[in-house]
């Protein structure tokens, strides 16, 4: 049997024989729970981030923002070049054929007569992947590719959040206005009061003077609302891939925000495109790390060539046909070190991936639990406020009898208002940050869209 033959199937055998260690990942301490008793009831998986959100308009721009978005559509592209990229790395485990025609004019004949040559020649070379390094470095590609995966699948989620996120704002900037008109219209109605008082003989004034400032700042306040409006309008444009000028109209009522179904702390890790990515750029590093150890090891490399050199043109097809095989056996011997240096690299390098993925892991815990405290904190804080608000809208009513018959100043009616109207705007505050918390909350469980 032909020599070279049985040697090429024993270093196919071999390379089929090679396998790499796993990633080692150190033991993390996660927990079966969350350590928020209020949440273990909801431990169920049965919903997307978009199931969450009781609004089609919110629904139908996230939708847009998908299709539309200039920088989301940039990295769609960037992740397809990657891909297409990846037969490189495939390429370089199998043979190369390359073929070409040389034309060669000289008098280096006997008798120094002006000649011609060609030559047709055809090569295949293969470098044999006897230890495996070609394929760890393909799959080494394969996993920074899923990395790039999962980094896009993140960026559609936190554009899905951010357009509901702004939704939200826009619907709360919209109660703030409203809430300053009611504002303007309570202080202009204490006007008309100071002024038929006036007119009756009681009061001074001063006491217009006064509620007259108060209606001032109160438009100065809408206006200001009125511009925060238009800038939350012109950033969820942009987002949607619209042009901003401030044309979307956002709803009188905060959207509906379900509270999310509670993944165990496994499920989440499992799930987070940030935590996958992570995972996938440790195994790139680490079969980086394995082909770098292997390239110091000997290579093989077969080659073939096969040409016909006439000395016309047309006695191609008469002119012998010559070849030729070979093997090489390449073994580095001296490179100042630069291979085991470039292996010592990797293998820091891995290192330092392990690190991030551990920090990453308890980051993600971190804001889990960070969302289960802000959903109770918001929860009893409008509690607290709802009833502050019976208080003090209840308190704003007896002033105003008060004042109506002399037993209270303006300035006092003036200030009982506003402290009425400023617990409701927190309030509208905490339940806008409350809406937002369980988007963010949604996120760090790992619910898509």
Known sequence: MNPLFLFVALTMVLSGCVVHEPVQLPRLVVPQTWSDETVKARLTVTAGLLDLVDDPRARALVQEGLNQNHDLRAAGQRLA??????????ARRFPTVSAGMDLARNNQGENHDVGSQFKFSGTVRWEVDIWGRLKDLYDAEEAGFRASEADYRAAMDSLGARVITLWIQGASARQRMALEEKRIEIHQKSEATVLERYQQGLGNLNDLASVRSTVEQARAELVQEQCGYAEIARSLEILVGRYPDA?????????????????????????????????????????????????????????????????QLGGLGSASTLW??????LQPVFNNRSLRAKYEAMKETEKALVDEYCQAVLRAMKEVENAFGREKAFGMQAAHLARALEQAEQNSRYYFQRYTTGLASILDLNQVNDQALLVRKRLVAIRKARLINRIDMAKALAYSL
């Open 81 to 90: 070049a990657s891909g297409l990229l990846l037969s490189g790395p495939l």
């Open 247 to 311: 044309s979307l109209d956002f709803p009188a009522e905060l959207p509906q925000v379900d509270h999310p179904p509670v993944r165990v702390p496994g499920a989440v890790l499992e799930n987070r495109p940030d935590i996958k990515a992570l995972m996938a750029r440790l195994e790139a590093a680490h079969l980086v790390t394995v082909a770098e150890k292997k390239a110091m090891l000997p290579g093989v490399t077969l080659s073939a060539d096969l040409f016909k050199s006439p000395a």
């Open 324 to 329: 030729g095989t070979s093997v090489s056996i």
